[in-house]
Each structure stands twice: as structure tokens, then as C-alpha cells.
């Protein structure tokens, strides 16, 4: 089983500032790998797919970079709809599916 | 577009089987895989497997003695089944289409809470 390991768990960020997060597979995943948003109380919305494309809909302010084992999603410009938890998943090798911990964005 | 629609009992007692059902409108459940995931209150999010259109599945090897995941596609539904549950399979439930090739979950329910309680 591909292990994802999320950091931080938590970042405090103002609005306006950028954020980073880092996602860390186990072996390499190539780049399969996709970032989801959630908000307290709601499902998990897609994000960026194939660790770079963003998902239809998705404002240019998110970014996914990376390959292999490392990866990054970068917000260039928090907004106060950005402030959510964030998890990241690979789907190189699988069963199963495996998400990252989390990483929740808070306002500073 | 797509939208699904999970529904099932909100409250299930130990060693009882977890029965739910996603129901898919706006699009056909052919040419795509659909995913079951779950989230603990407080936690994080579990892949519980998933099953394409022609009876494929797989299923997170930690659930798959537990699990089974149909499909109905003269009604559009897609079904889990968890059988023997305990209180840690407390979770919000999930379905999610997930992709013919690349599995990664562009359309989500909003998710269904399921409590084990005697």
C-alpha cells in the first residue's frame, strides 16, 4: 500500500498571502496524483488531477506541481472561501486508493 | 451534470450489515468506475473500493472481507454493503465516479452519516 503523507497538518495563513502544502508518496507514483478541497460539513471537490491540470472550474490561484514522490499545491493568493481542509491521493498503484492525512488551511 | 444522491439507514447496530445506495441522475453509470469513501467523524478520508459498469471491482484490501459494492444500472444506483460493523465504521459515507483509467473522484454526494449503536 502507497503511504501519502501530508505537511503540515495545520497552516495559518492571512488572506492574500500564499500557501503551500506538501504531499509525500511512499514509492513513486508518477503523476498520479490529485488534490481535493473540503469545507466542514461538505464532500470533497477535485481540484487538480495528474498532479498539474486543474479541474474544470478550478480558479488559476490553484497550482499542483510535482512527480515521482514529491508534490506541491500551491495557492498564490488565499481567498476566504480557500480556508478548507485539503487532501491529496494517489492513483498509481492500487487497491486502494490512498489519501493523504490533510492539511487544514486556517486564517491567521 | 452529474449528480449523486446517497440515502440508507442513519443508525446500524453492531454485528449488523451497513446497507446504502448512491443515486446517479444527469448521466449514465456506464463507462466509469464508482467509488465508496468514508470519513470517521474528525478524520480523514478511506477509500472502501469501487466498481465499473461491466462487474469489475476492488476493494481497499483492510474492507474486502466486509465489502460488497454492486451496481443497478436499470435504475442508475450503486449499492454498498458492509456487513459485521463495529463502532468504528461510524463514518460518513461517500459515493464518488471515479475514472475509467485514471482513478482519481471528479463528482461526489454529499455524503451520508451512518452511526454503529446499540
Known amino acids: 500500500e502507497i503511504v501519502m503523507t501530508q505537511s503540515p497538518d495545520t497552516l495559518s495563513v492571512s488572506p492574500g498571502e500564499r500557501a503551500t502544502l506538501s504531499c509525500r508518496a511512499s514509492?513513486?507514483?508518477?503523476?498520479?496524483l490529485a488534490w481535493y478541497q473540503q469545507k466542514p460539513g461538505q464532500a470533497p471537490r477535485l481540484l487538480i488531477y495528474g498532479a498539474i491540470t486543474r479541474a474544470t472550474g478550478i480558479p488559476a490561484r490553484f497550482s499542483g506541481s510535482g512527480s515521482g514522490t514529491e508534490f506541491t499545491l500551491t495557492i498564490s493568493s488565499l481567498q476566504s472561501e480557500d480556508f478548507a481542509v485539503y487532501y491529496c491521493?494517489?492513483?498509481?498503484?492500487?487497491?486502494?486508493?490512498?489519501f493523504g492525512g490533510g492539511t487544514k488551511v486556517q486564517i491567521k | 451534470q452529474v449528480q449523486l444522491q446517497e440515502s440508507g439507514p442513519g443508525l446500524v447496530k453492531p454485528s449488523e450489515t451497513l446497507s446504502l445506495t448512491c443515486a446517479v441522475s444527469g448521466g449514465s453509470i456506464s463507462s466509469y468506475y464508482w467509488s465508496w469513501v468514508r470519513q470517521p467523524p474528525g478524520k480523514g478520508l478511506e477509500w472502501i473500493g469501487h466498481?465499473?459498469?461491466?462487474?469489475?471491482?476492488n476493494y481497499n484490501p483492510s474492507l474486502k472481507s466486509r465489502v460488497t459494492i454492486s451496481l443497478d444500472t436499470s435504475q442508475n444506483q450503486v449499492s454498498l454493503k458492509l456487513t459485521s460493523v463495529t463502532a468504528a465504521d461510524t463514518a460518513v459515507y461517500y459515493c464518488a465516479r471515479d475514472g475509467r483509467y485514471h482513478h482519481y473522484m471528479d463528482v461526489w454526494g454529499k455524503g451520508t452519516t451512518v452511526t454503529v449503536s446499540s
Open positions: 466498481m465499473y459498469y461491466t462487474g469489475t471491482t
Open positions: 514509492q513513486s507514483i508518477s503523476s498520479n
Open positions: 491521493q494517489q492513483y498509481n498503484n492500487w487497491p486502494p486508493l490512498t
